[in-house]
């Protein structure tokens, strides 16, 4: 099990930018897949972007594929989310969460999740 911890959430205006961390404690972070997911108000939550273990392989969803880069460093248990070109869109409460396999975009197959980080963009 990881314990997850994400910052770098705030404000910004639209066509801004920001880098999401999340801090994983344990030794068994490098074996993770690791991926973002965010929730709205009055939304479902909803995957962003997920990087395997190594750091081979992404996936990103189709709203910000393009604008967002997902990357981590195993010898600092940080995964990062690059959030460019922002839109008001993207206002949502963004959660990091661990998962044991690569591929799936469904928030029931992770389950290590951290506590959210608020990320708002104004237009």
């Known amino acids: 099990q990881v314990q997850l911890v994400e910052s770098g959430g705030g404000l910004v205006q639209a066509g801004g930018s920001l880098r999401l961390s999340c801090a994983a404690s344990g030794r068994t972070f490098s074996t993770y897949t690791m991926g973002w997911f965010r929730q709205a108000p009055g939304k479902e939550r909803e995957f962003v972007a997920a990087?395997?273990?190594?750091?081979?392989?992404?996936d990103y969803a189709d709203s910000v594929k393009g604008r967002f880069t997902i990357s981590r460093d195993n010898a600092k248990n940080t995964v990062y989310l690059q959030m460019n070109s922002l839109k008001p869109e993207d206002t949502a409460v963004y959660y990091c969460a661990a998962a044991r396999s690569f591929g799936s975009k469904r928030s029931d197959e992770y389950n290590n999740w951290g506590q959210g980080t608020q990320v708002t963009v104004s237009s």
């Open positions: 990087i395997s273990w190594r750091g081979f392989s992404t």
